[in-house]
């Protein structure tokens, strides 16, 4: 059909003008938004952007791309041995989305082993305290925060198998390779792709291995405990304690517990009393779980402790004083139990024991009393305990203070290490302020920094009681009152009791456990420059860490000393 010029023509397009005068305006803003938006309509007009962050960096989910994002192109210097990581931040997502990731190039060994997290936020209700578990405990403000609560920051790491769904415009992922001990020193480049509907954002990394290796964990790796709730292993779950799923779950918790380089676990010791009074032994659940643990390279047993206090005066499971005749005669059979156990199972020399966690100056009697009695039925075995009763010489054999305690007395401390005495430190609900800990308001480099105070201070080995200690669901509650007194100023801080998640039958990290794992794996590093060059491993210790309250809070200039180190360790 051909249209010819004329009356037709015109009469239509004036019959179409007034059609559409009315609608004119709404036609006006969909042809502009049509031209504004790429092939893809209307959805795909939400841009996104993304940009990585170095995993120490806190990220919140109202961070800004250009505040976080890192210089490119980005290069991760690593040691064999250890895991390289970094974060990204994405920005400008649609809700309800769907974000995949695709990891291509690179050496097998690295595009093979690259895991990838989904970033989960979680709640800072309560500012820790100044002094002390949280500043509602101290009336005080505290400067020493990374932020003013009530805030959410990132800190879950979730695996991510699947396609991110987001619920919100802004996501945080987190990427991790283990490095192989053997993989041959060198740069290798990876290409990280995320896509969002036909939408991508493609991001370039390189991984520059060094020739460096730090050690699996094991006898000589520093020592390092983070005390677990058995039952809390199967939060969220319908298993029962110590029944057929309980031994999967279990070790699925150590080999997490292994991957942030725990080489020493507390034992439950499994004593009851019988119906004559008697001390009895489940030894083979105690056998069950030290196999779990070795297989994922555990080497040091905690015995936990036996005792508890009641007045003035330490008890037994019976109730008995310790140095009244009952009591003694049931220490004396937990400790001959405890030898035949030790020995059955060739723990000698591998095996600590506690006698009462943080014994006051109150029962010193008692726990001298005690501690007699282990040395002379336990040969090879050392008293541990964590607490800062410094008139409890002679009778612990590794003291555990907590590191401000230790840096305030440590003419005390290094006449215990000349006396063959060890020391390590803890943290619990203190110290806080400016000290080192590693709660969900402090620099993610405080936790990397316990690590590198045992090197400067020559401690061999660091304690926390709060693996997985929920008293409430953590991924909603980070602040909770003291379990041993509720409805009081007296709470956890945000993220003492746990520092691993509760998955599905499994553990999930957080980004406080890695930064945790990456200063033990400094601290490997750092004994190996001390024995190559120790002048210049004091000026890279010395570059960002001076003591427990004095040390450097800029990500770079760590990045900068561990470089300096990794290099120095290139070098024959």
């Given at each position: 059909?051909?249209?010819?010029?004329?009356?037709?023509?015109?009469?239509?397009l004036?019959?179409?003008?007034?059609w559409?005068?009315?609608v004119?305006?709404?036609?006006?803003?969909?042809?502009?938004?049509?031209?504004?938006?790429?092939?893809?309509?209307?959805?795909?007009?939400?841009?996104f952007?993304?940009?990585?962050?170095?995993?120490?960096?806190?990220?919140?989910p109202?961070s800004?791309?250009e505040?976080?994002?890192?210089?490119?192109?980005?290069?991760?210097?690593?040691a064999r041995g250890?895991v390289?990581?970094?974060?990204?931040?994405?920005r400008?997502?649609?809700?309800?989305?769907?974000?995949?990731?695709?990891?291509?190039?690179g050496?097998?060994?690295?595009?093979?082993?690259?895991r990838?997290?989904?970033?989960?936020?979680v709640?800072?209700?309560i500012?820790s305290?100044?002094?002390?578990r949280?500043?509602?405990?101290?009336?005080?403000?505290n400067?020493y925060?990374?932020?003013?609560?009530?805030?959410?920051?990132?800190e879950v790491?979730r695996?991510?198998?699947s396609?991110?769904?987001?619920?919100?415009?802004?996501?945080?992922?987190?990427?991790?390779?283990?490095?192989?001990?053997?993989?041959?020193?060198?740069?290798?480049?990876?290409?990280i792709?995320?896509?969002?509907?036909?939408?991508?954002?493609?991001?370039?990394?390189t991984?520059r291995?060094?020739?460096?290796?730090?050690?699996p964990?094991?006898?000589?790796?520093?020592?390092?405990?983070?005390?677990?709730?058995?039952?809390?292993?199967l939060?969220?779950?319908k298993?029962?304690?110590?029944?057929?799923?309980y031994w999967?779950?279990l070790?699925?918790w150590?080999?997490?517990?292994?991957?942030?380089?725990?080489n020493?676990?507390?034992?439950?010791?499994?004593?009851?009393?019988?119906?004559?009074g008697?001390?009895?032994?489940n030894?083979?659940?105690?056998?069950?779980t030290?196999?779990?643990?070795?297989r994922?390279?555990?080497?040091y047993v905690?015995?936990?402790?036996?005792l508890?206090?009641?007045?003035?005066?330490?008890?037994?499971?019976?109730?008995?004083?310790v140095?009244?005749?009952?009591?003694?005669?049931?220490?004396?059979?937990?400790l001959?139990?405890l030898?035949?156990?030790?020995?059955?199972?060739?723990?000698?020399g591998?095996?600590?024991q506690?006698?009462?966690?943080?014994p006051?100056?109150?029962?010193?009697?008692d726990?001298?009393?005690?501690?007699?009695?282990i040395?002379?039925?336990?040969?090879?075995?050392?008293v541990?305990?964590?607490?800062?009763?410094?008139d409890?010489?002679?009778a612990i054999?590794?003291w555990?203070?907590?590191?401000?305690e230790y840096q305030?007395?440590?003419?005390f401390?290094?006449?215990?290490q000349?006396?063959g005495?060890?020391?390590w430190v803890?943290?619990?609900l203190?110290?806080?302020?400016p000290?080192?800990?590693?709660?969900?308001?402090?620099?993610?480099?405080?936790?990397?920094?316990?690590?590198w105070?045992?090197?400067?201070y020559g401690?061999t080995?660091?304690l926390?009681w709060?693996?997985?200690q929920?008293?409430?669901?953590?991924?909603?509650?980070?602040?909770?009152?003291?379990?041993d007194?509720?409805h009081?100023?007296?709470?956890?801080?945000?993220g003492?009791?746990f520092?691993?998640y509760?998955g599905?039958?499994?553990p999930?990290?957080?980004?406080?456990?890695?930064?945790?794992?990456?200063?033990?794996?400094?601290?490997e590093?750092?004994?190996?420059?001390?024995?190559?060059?120790?002048?210049?491993?004091g000026?890279?210790?010395?570059?960002?860490?001076?003591?427990?309250?004095?040390?450097?809070?800029?990500?770079?200039?760590?990045?900068?000393?561990?470089?300096?180190?990794l290099e120095?360790?290139?070098?024959?």
């Amino acid at each position: 059909m051909i249209f010819r010029r004329g009356n037709y023509n015109n009469t239509f397009l004036r019959a179409f003008a007034g059609w559409i005068a009315p609608v004119r305006p709404l036609l006006v803003l969909i042809f502009a938004t049509l031209l504004l938006c790429p092939a893809g309509g209307l959805r795909a007009s939400t841009r996104f952007r993304a940009a990585f962050a170095d995993e120490l960096t806190p990220l919140y989910p109202d961070s800004k791309i250009e505040d976080v994002a890192l210089p490119e192109p980005v290069v991760l210097d690593v040691a064999r041995g250890t895991v390289a990581g970094v974060h990204i931040l994405l920005r400008g997502l649609p809700a309800m989305s769907r974000v995949s990731v695709e990891i291509s190039g690179g050496k097998p060994w690295l595009s093979t082993n690259l895991r990838v997290y989904q970033l989960l936020d979680v709640p800072v209700e309560i500012n820790s305290g100044l002094h002390s578990r949280t500043e509602k405990w101290d009336g005080e403000h505290n400067p020493y925060v990374i932020r003013r609560a009530p805030f959410r920051v990132f800190e879950v790491m979730r695996p991510l198998n699947s396609p991110v769904v987001t619920g919100d415009s802004v996501i945080a992922l987190a990427l991790e390779a283990n490095v192989p001990q053997n993989v041959r020193p060198g740069k290798y480049d990876v290409r990280i792709t995320m896509r969002e509907g036909k939408r991508r954002v493609v991001k370039r990394l390189t991984v520059r291995v060094h020739s460096a290796v730090v050690p699996p964990i094991g006898k000589n790796t520093m020592c390092y405990t983070c005390w677990f709730s058995e039952k809390n292993m199967l939060w969220g779950t319908k298993d029962t304690l110590w029944g057929p799923e309980y031994w999967k779950v279990l070790d699925r918790w150590a080999a997490m517990m292994a991957k942030g380089r725990q080489n020493t676990f507390r034992l439950t010791l499994a004593l009851d009393t019988n119906r004559a009074g008697e001390i009895v032994m489940n030894a083979e659940r105690m056998k069950k779980t030290i196999s779990i643990f070795e297989r994922h390279g555990f080497y040091y047993v905690e015995g936990g402790p036996f005792l508890s206090a009641k007045g003035n005066h330490l008890v037994t499971r019976g109730g008995y004083a310790v140095q009244s005749p009952k009591g003694t005669a049931q220490i004396v059979e937990t400790l001959d139990l405890l030898h035949k156990f030790i020995a059955g199972e060739h723990l000698e020399g591998r095996w600590f024991q506690h006698i009462q966690d943080e014994p006051g100056q109150n029962l010193d009697s008692d726990y001298v009393f005690v501690a007699r009695l282990i040395h002379e039925k336990l040969p090879g075995v050392r008293v541990l305990e964590a607490g800062d009763n410094r008139d409890l010489a002679g009778a612990i054999d590794i003291w555990c203070p907590t590191d401000d305690e230790y840096q305030n007395h440590r003419d005390f401390y290094t006449e215990r290490q000349k006396n063959g005495d060890e020391c390590w430190v803890y943290t619990c609900l203190t110290p806080t302020g400016p000290w080192i800990n590693r709660l969900l308001d402090m620099e993610r480099l405080r936790p990397v920094y316990i690590g590198w105070g045992a090197a400067l201070y020559g401690t061999t080995g660091f304690l926390h009681w709060g693996l997985n200690q929920y008293y409430a669901d953590p991924f909603k509650q980070s602040v909770v009152d003291h379990p041993d007194a509720p409805h009081t100023n007296n709470q956890l801080p945000a993220g003492d009791p746990f520092i691993l998640y509760p998955g599905p039958g499994e553990p999930w990290p957080s980004v406080r456990f890695e930064a945790m794992r990456i200063g033990l794996e400094d601290r490997e590093l750092l004994r190996q420059l001390e024995k190559k060059n120790p002048a210049l491993c004091g000026e890279v210790i010395a570059s960002v860490f001076r003591a427990y309250d004095n040390y450097d809070k800029d990500v770079s200039a760590y990045r900068n000393a561990k470089l300096r180190m990794l290099e120095a360790l290139d070098t024959r």
